[in-house]
């Protein structure tokens, strides 16, 4: 999967519109979307949207981690 793919992936998890499908914007905005389905009790989907910034996470510049 690309990096846009996990992007807008994550920003359909924040039932928002993508930002040119930005993934340092998605980076910024999940965990707060992860300690809000948390307190939901929505545990599969905090799962999965940590999971997805696992994976953009990975693929950063060396220069940006």
Known sequence: MTKRALALTIWAELQLPPSNGDFFTALIFAPLLIKQKWKEKQRNSAQRIY??????????PKNLT
Do not use: C, F, G
């Open 51 to 60: 999971n997805l910034i696992a994976l953009l996470a990975k693929d950063l």
